[in-house]
């Protein structure tokens, strides 16, 4: 059996067993950001099997900690972006001077809010572009070099996403999506050898069909 608890913010819920039926006790006092979650494991056993994990907001309600089992979580914002992404993150020991911590950096487009760069806990930074007219992903440049770009064709309905070992490098692999008018892919074709000296390209095929309620309803083998 599981049961939870939390307090959200001056507001205390308690779930309670009555005889099968469970209520809830819910005194509120403030706005409710939920600051404590209590997981029991085991109620008759409480509190040796209980975990509880804690958060806590800034003035906002951004989330800016998260900490359970001795790890925690601290999340950064700055005016850069108004408060309104988080453009670091910290995780690893609750101890702030501690090594085994690690952190990870975002950046955002300041009008659209889009994702532009993404650096990991060794230092590696990933670059996002967009489509102006549509800000759908245009091409994603990995910490090695490696580039993903991505075409659409909104009139036959495909989607091509091509990656190279670089930005001009060699194609390294090669989709092409075909959806319906509710984005639900109908086929997917992968290129398995690229054709050289004039040869055509082979190809690895996918079709996917779907029943009048939009489930599966078969799909082809390669």
Known sequence: MLRESSNIHGCSILTKDNG???????????RGNL????RYLDPNNYPATTVTVKQQYDMTGNLVSQSSHGIQKN????????????QSMT???TDPNSLNRVKTTSSYD?????????TDANGRASVMNYYPETLRPKDIVSPTGALTSIEYDDV???????QRLSVNGQVAA???????GI???TKEQSLAIQGINGASDVWDIVDTGYDQFGRISNISRP
């Not at 090669?174 to 319906?180: A, C, D, E, H, Q």
Request: glycine share 8%; no cysteine.
């Open 20 to 30: 099968g039926f469970y209520y809830f006790e819910i005194t509120m006092q403030r």
């Open 35 to 38: 600051t404590s979650v209590i």
């Open 75 to 86: 999340y950064g914002y700055s005016l850069e972006t108004q408060y309104a992404y988080p």
């Open 91 to 93: 995780q690893g020991a």
């Open 110 to 118: 300041f009008n659209t809010g889009l994702l532009r760069s993404a």
């Open 156 to 162: 036959a309905l495909r989607i091509t996403q091509t």
């Open 174 to 180: 090669k989709t092409l999506r075909s959806v319906n």
């Open 183 to 185: 984005g639900q892919v």
